[in-house]
């Protein structure tokens, strides 16, 4: 009995022990609560936003086809014009011009997460002076060209100028992003309505002969078989309205939650006008401010 009893004991003494070991292994021990993950954060772009840039912008005209129209007017009696067309022979090349710029934007930005699809407005303000290169038909470099046509003989010589001054360009672009940490790269097309001036002027020398051959230069001039004609033109218009497109991308940082910095590369297309094709390219950096 006293053994009984002291075993009877020492188990007892020995359970609470045995029961932590116990729990233990069954895996009961607390551990350090999981932090729940919640959703996703991004910077805001969203609500409306406007802001200021400078840019450096360059562009070229194509007046190739500018004095077609002139010279035909100039032209239109003579069976030359009617058979032969000179009309069509270009005598301008291109002109470029490249300045700098100021202007500003206004938009609003709708936000899925990290998508963002905005609309935007931009003015730009600028001096792009383009004159054109001049390859007149009959200059110093270049001699006059003889043509037959309603059994005459024409001797034709052929010049022009041509300038454009483009100095307001305006935008309605439609754009869309990701947003990348603080950063939001992005595209965007849109219309554009610029502001320039234009002129163009041809001069046309045509000699006429019934002569074979022809006796050109005409002496004496004029006479009954050999003449001459001088045919001058122009056209122009101040403060003209261009109709185009753009299309480009950029990329806005945003320092605070309500200032940012971009940078931006654009391309704009003209529609002719006078048959003068304009394009512009240009690069710009700005601040902006959003709500």
């Not at 500003?104 to 383009?130: K, P, R, S």
């Not at 305006?170 to 610029?194: C, D, H, K, Q, W």
Request: aromatic residues 14%.
């Amino acid at each position: 009995m006293r053994w009984v009893f002291s075993t009877a004991i020492l188990l007892g003494l020995a359970s609470p022990t045995l029961a932590a070991d116990l729990d233990v292994l069954r895996g009961s021990e607390s551990v350090a609560p999981v932090v729940s993950v919640g959703p996703a954060t991004f910077t805001r772009w969203s609500g409306f936003y406007f802001g200021g840039d400078f840019s450096y912008n360059f562009t070229q005209g194509d007046f190739s086809r500018a004095t077609q129209p002139l010279l035909a007017f100039s032209l239109r009696n003579l069976t030359l014009e009617e058979e032969v067309q000179p009309s069509t022979i270009p005598v301008l090349g291109n002109g470029a011009a490249n300045a700098f710029g100021g202007g500003g934007f206004l938009g609003y930005n709708t936000q899925w997460q990290d998508l963002i699809i905005g609309v935007e407005a931009n003015y730009t303000h600028t001096n792009l002076n383009a004159t054109a290169t001049s390859s007149p038909l009959g200059g110093t470099s270049s001699p006059s060209r003889v043509f037959s046509a309603g059994g005459a003989s024409y001797n034709v010589s052929l010049s022009g100028t041509g300038n454009l001054n483009l100095t307001d360009y305006t935008e309605a672009r439609a754009r869309a992003g990701y947003v990348v940490g603080n950063l939001l790269p992005y595209g965007f097309v849109g219309v554009v309505v610029g502001q320039a001036s234009y002129s163009v002027t041809t001069s046309a020398n045509v000699t006429q002969s019934t002569q074979t051959p022809y006796p050109f230069p005409c002496v004496p001039n004029p006479n009954p078989t050999c003449q001459t004609f001088n045919f001058f033109n122009s056209a122009g218009q101040s403060n003209a309205l261009l109709y185009g497109f753009s299309v480009g991308g950029g990329l806005d940082w945003a320092l605070t939650p309500n200032i940012f910095l971009r940078g931006e590369f654009e391309f704009v297309q003209f529609a002719p006008i006078s048959n003068i094709l304009v394009y512009i390219v240009d690069a710009r950096a700005g601040v902006g401010f959003k709500f």
